[in-house]
């Protein structure tokens, strides 16, 4: 599983952040969205549903994708 972020949509309004159960733990947002410590995401796709601005794609079962994503200051 994996979020993208479309970088030319986004606003960095933040309101996937807020919107997300668990936003302070898997989104940061600088200027734009970028979502991080996927193993806290519930796979609810509130984040997606609730984007102003369409930028958030939740890709599910993607078979490049060994297991949920981690950036390297998870690992």
């Given at each position: 599983?994996?979020?993208?972020v479309?970088a030319?949509k986004?606003?960095?309004?933040?309101?996937?952040?807020e919107?997300?159960?668990?936003?302070?733990?898997?989104?940061?947002?600088?200027?734009?969205a970028?979502a991080?410590n996927?193993?806290?995401?519930?796979?609810?796709?509130?984040?997606?549903?609730?984007c102003?601005?369409?930028?958030i794609?939740?890709?599910?079962?993607?078979?490049?994708?060994?297991?949920?994503?981690?950036?390297?200051?998870?690992?």
């Amino acid at each position: 599983m994996r979020i993208e972020v479309d970088a030319e949509k986004c606003t960095g309004c933040g309101i996937c952040k807020e919107e997300c159960p668990k936003g302070a733990k898997i989104w940061d947002v600088d200027k734009k969205a970028m979502a991080t410590n996927l193993r806290y995401c519930h796979l609810c796709t509130i984040c997606a549903s609730k984007c102003p601005e369409g930028a958030i794609l939740i890709i599910r079962d993607d078979p490049n994708e060994p297991g949920k994503q981690d950036t390297e200051k998870d690992i």
